[in-house]
């Protein structure tokens, strides 16, 4: 947290507030009198200290003209600077995690456009069949996030130009099995003993369902 006054640099930290400037501007401020400054009788060459109202006050040169006052935090103060902090960094990550989910969902838009792209043709000529159709879908996706084709910002790697290349004609191929109708699902046993898990499948796939 910093910001400008007076011809001052001020910024609040963990152990107070600092104050950057001039002599001239620090004295003005109220933050140090000239007899406190390193250099003058009493004073370090570099760093002087000394306690103003209970608290410690360190002025320290960085330049021929340009000195620090830190003003040491109260107790009360300190809690205050806590309380502060805490509510900044919350809000900072709450747009940290506002700003994944928009990528995320523009990432999840752009791979359902790409499934849609691959698909159309495929089910123009085949027309739909429920859950390979589904299935498909699902599939593509998933290549497209797990080769982070769509350079998602939340995926913390990529591959080169080529192997995405060629996870793309897998897709591709996928679609061609589709199209073909060679994508066709098997129950399993357990799904093959619930009836009602079987009118459902008929349904979906364009099949009348048998009471």
Known sequence: MADTRAGLEVEEFHLGRRYSGSPSALIAAGVAAAEQFPGQPGCGK????????????????RGPQLFDVVVRWTKEER??????QAK????????????????????SRRAAEICADL????LAESGPRGVAEASLEAGI???IRAFNMLSAPDVPYTFDAATVELAKEHCQAL?????DGKLLPQL?????????????????????AKP
């Open 141 to 143: 996706c998933s290549l």
């Open 119 to 122: 698909l159309r043709e495929a």
């Open 88 to 107: 900044y960094l919350a809000a900072r990550e709450q747009e940290r995690a506002a700003e994944q989910a928009r990528a995320a969902e523009e990432v």
């Open 46 to 61: 570099t760093s002087t200290v000394f306690a103003v109202g209970g608290r410690k006050v360190r002025v320290t040169r």
């Open 188 to 208: 399993g046993a357990l799904a093959q003993s619930d009836g009602a898990f079987q009118r459902f499948m008929k349904t979906a796939s364009g099949q009348q």
């Open 175 to 179: 679609c061609a099995l589709f199209k």
């Open 79 to 84: 809690s205050a600077y806590d309380a502060r």
